[in-house]
């Protein structure tokens, strides 16, 4: 069974801070590794990944991906009240036509 | 670019009525469209993948009899909850693949009330 883990599920920081959100995979024919932002509504997407090794970077946010190790990080640097969500993780399946999404990790940043 | 509506956003109703839920691509057209369920605090679960001009496929325990989907044109899908019950209550997303692309777009949701 194809499937998504995520951890930490729960991390609170201070204003500042930089934190490093864990997404280990396990799928029968990976595609792609995908990371979206939730707030109130649906996700947002943040960074595509498909190869291993090659950071994705978009402002304060980053991303790498170990097709080796089976696992993603998501960094965000001096972390901002407004980075609060929760970030998911999702695993392109290739043949399923579907998304397999990890629980989440629920980010809270304390002013 | 790329942006997915669902209307309603917000719908209440009572227990053993039908409820339609429309995702549309605005300025682009999705041969696939998907349909995510999501309860508080848990992740987003997948429960049917739609292809234009065809069936949709459900995935493993969704009833396709109460969650009906049609997908009639590359740029709208609709969900419909017929017999609605309280367990049926969610937010309920739906998301749309770009042609020739894997990155799914996602609506805004749509929570479903069910009294």
């Known amino acids: 069974e194809d499937k998504v883990v995520q951890s930490p599920l729960s991390l609170v920081v201070h204003e500042g801070d930089t934190v490093t959100l864990n997404c280990s995979y396990e799928?029968?024919?990976?595609?792609?590794l995908l990371w979206y932002k939730q707030e109130k509504k649906a996700p947002t997407f943040l960074f595509m990944l498909?190869?291993?090794?090659i950071e994705k970077k978009s402002g304060r946010l980053s991303s790498i991906l170990d097709k080796k190790e089976l696992f993603s990080i998501l960094n965000i640097t001096a972390t901002q009240t407004g980075d609060s969500a929760v970030y998911l993780c999702a695993v392109d399946v290739q043949g399923a036509q579907k998304l397999v999404f990890g629980q989440g990790t629920r980010l809270t940043i304390n002013p | 670019g790329a942006v997915v509506s669902q209307h309603p956003s917000r719908v209440i109703c009572k227990s053993g009525t039908s409820v339609k839920i429309e995702c549309r691509s605005l300025?682009?057209?999705?041969?696939?469209m998907f349909w995510y369920r999501q309860f508080p605090k848990q992740s987003l679960m997948l429960m049917a993948t739609s292809n234009e001009g065809s069936k949709a496929t459900y995935e493993q325990g969704v009833e396709k009899d109460k969650f009906l989907i049609n997908h009639a044109s590359l740029t709208l899908s609709t969900l419909t909850v017929t017999s609605a019950h309280p367990e049926d209550s969610s937010f309920y997303i739906c998301?749309?693949?770009?042609?020739?692309?894997?990155?799914?777009?996602f609506g805004p949701g749509t929570r479903l009330t069910v009294l």
């Open positions: 998301s749309a693949s770009v042609i020739g692309t894997d990155t799914q777009y």
């Open positions: 498909t190869s291993s090794g």
């Open positions: 799928v029968t024919n990976f595609r792609s």
């Open positions: 300025d682009f057209q999705a041969t696939t």
